[in-house]
T-cell receptor, first 116, second 113 residues
Framework: GAGVSQSPRYKVAKRGQDVALRCDPISGHVSLFWYQQALGQGPEFLTYFQNEAQLDKSGLPSDRFFAERPEGSVSTLKIQRTQQEDSAVYLC??????????????FGPGTRLTVL | GESVGLHLPTLSVQEGDNSIINCAYSNSASDYFIWYKQESGKGPQFIIDIRSNMDKRQGQRVTVLLNKTVKHLSLQIAATQPGDSAVYFCAENLGGSQGNLIFGKGTKLSVKP
């Protein structure tokens, strides 16, 4: 596709349920990032992949959060036993080191997660 | 769609005027900076970037100024249009490699016709 896509766009979960959020990066982009954006706030970094390797997961708020990118393309962010404080928009971004020194990250539309 | 602009500083300008949005960044080691525009219900959209070895960079209707001494960025939008209404975030990157971005708090720009 032309841009980063994410699915589902909206997800409502009952507290305690597990959810899985999908990100399809721009084809050929090596780097993939997940961010969490609370209402009225800027995005906050969760985790980063280069190809299939998860190079940084320092932003994951708890061990209930898990991300994978097994084939170096599509990525899934999984949240286990969701809590109300997990309610946020989850943004995925991709970038390509082939663009010289530019680190421009292209963002998807996000998945809005609401935990009841 | 839901608003991303709740509880954010707001700048209100008249259509056709110039806008200046300011941002203070946090880390003196940051060497790459980006301005993003975010409309309600959408992901951040790239506007312009600047590296730390520059003080100024111009794009189409936009200019970014970087003052490393006081760790300050500004985004200037010329001849502001209603379509410019959105929340604007500055973001910094600590290193030259493909690292994560640290976003500022954001400013909501409202353009009055």
């Amino acid at each position: 596709g032309a841009g980063v896509s994410q699915s589902p766009r909206y997800k409502v979960a009952k507290r305690g349920q597990d959810v899985a959020l999908r990100c399809d990066p721009i084809s050929g982009h090596v780097s993939l990032f997940w961010y969490q954006q609370a209402l009225g706030q800027g995005p906050e970094f969760l985790t980063y992949f280069q190809n299939e390797a998860q190079l940084d997961k320092s932003g994951l708020p708890s061990d209930r959060f898990f991300a994978e990118r097994p084939e170096g393309s599509v990525s899934t962010l999984k949240i286990q036993r969701t809590q109300q404080e997990d309610s946020a928009v989850y943004l995925c971004a991709s970038s390509s080191p082939g663009q010289g020194q530019r680190n421009e990250q292209f963002f998807g539309p996000g998945t809005r997660l609401t935990v009841l | 769609g839901e608003s991303v602009g709740l509880h954010l500083p707001t700048l209100s300008v008249q259509e056709g005027d110039n806008s200046i949005i300011n941002c203070a960044y946090s880390n003196s080691a940051s060497d790459y900076f980006i301005w993003y525009k975010q409309e309600s219900g959408k992901g951040p959209q790239f506007i312009i970037d600047i590296r730390s070895n520059m003080d100024k960079r111009q794009g189409q209707r936009v200019t970014v100024l970087l003052n490393k001494t006081v760790k300050h960025l500004s985004l200037q939008i010329a001849a502001t249009q209603p379509g410019d209404s959105a929340v604007y975030f500055c973001a910094e990157n600590l290193g030259g490699s493909q690292g994560n971005l640290i976003f500022g708090k954001g400013t909501k720009l409202s353009v009055k016709p």
